[in-house]
């Protein structure tokens, strides 16, 4: 094989490399990992979806914060919709929140319909760090760059009541869910 032939097999492998390493689409054709969900961020809240229908309600909130890569968050999707099944009521509401940052990895996991209740990753994706950051007791502005996953919060009249990090039980989402329901 001579020099020509070495260089050419040579670059090929640097560029299929990259497009793994980096990603690369090209209309629906999709090589690699996307990082298409990390988009400019806004830091007022009172306008997002997540504030008007959810938040500033009275109701309790049980937000799970989870990933498509996060084993023990998809293993306990079964239990949270159990749960939020047996509570069918207008005063308690299951929501769930990714971290992802690939859009296509994401909406095909939501495809499946895994979750029960509703998934407000997509239509709060420009809040996203501000709710992160409202859920944390942080300044809405603060850029947070790390998240535990899975992550249970509750919420009743805009405050946060109690936190449960990594997988959460059964008996303990219930018994949460009974104390401030």
Known sequence: MNFR?????????IILFLFFKVGFQ???VRIGKQKDLDVKQKFKIEN???YTQY????????????????????????????VKASYNTDSITFLS????????KLNKYLQTKAF??????????????????LLNN???????????????YFIKNKTVKAIVEG???????????????
């Open 5 to 13: 032939n070495k260089a050419f097999i040579l670059t090929v492998i």
């Open 26 to 28: 090209c209309g629906n």
């Open 48 to 50: 997002s979806n997540f």
């Open 55 to 82: 938040y500033n309600k009275n109701s309790l909130l049980v937000i799970n914060l989870w990933a498509t890569w996060c084993k023990p968050c998809l293993a306990e999707i079964p239990m949270l919709n159990e």
């Open 97 to 104: 929140l990714s971290i992802d940052d690939d859009s296509v």
């Open 116 to 133: 029960t209740f509703e998934d407000v990753t997509m239509q709060n994706l420009s809040y996203r760090t501000a709710i992160l950051n």
């Open 138 to 152: 942080e300044p809405l502005d603060k850029h947070i760059l790390t998240h535990t996953v899975p992550k249970t």
């Open 167 to 181: 997988s959460i039980e059964k008996s303990e989402l219930i018994e949460i869910i009974e104390k401030f329901k």
